[in-house]
């Protein structure tokens, strides 16, 4: 008789989209989809443009004071950001 080596769904899914290249591109639409929850309605209201280029989150804001406001946080952000998809997928923001 066999012996199966039984995995669970969740590690043949990474081990999967790891293997394929998809895993790092889904990470960074994570991202880029929790931007709103992170930094509330009120900023995203202001968001235009939202992209990952070299680990760099770059965002475009539309309102002067806020995109200083947001300039200032920049490290916070990328905690923040990097929790809420739950792994470290970017190092730093760029508000433009």
């Known amino acids: 008789m066999f012996k199966r080596q039984v995995q669970s ?3 043949v899914l990474s081990k999967f989209l790891r293997e394929g290249g998809l895993e790092t591109p889904l990470l960074q639409k ?3 989809d929790a931007w709103a929850e992170v930094v509330g309605p009120t900023v995203e209201r202001y968001t235009e443009e939202k ?3 070299n680990q760099t989150l770059f965002v475009k ?3 002067p004071s806020l995109r200083h ?3 200032m946080m920049r490290s916070q952000l990328v905690k923040r950001l990097n929790e809420a998809v739950g792994s470290f997928v970017i190092s730093e923001v760029k508000v433009y």
């Open 30 to 32: 994570r991202l880029i």
């Open 9 to 11: 769904l969740d590690e």
């Open 69 to 71: 406001d947001l300039s």
């Open 51 to 53: 992209h990952i280029k």
């Open 61 to 63: 804001i539309n309102n």
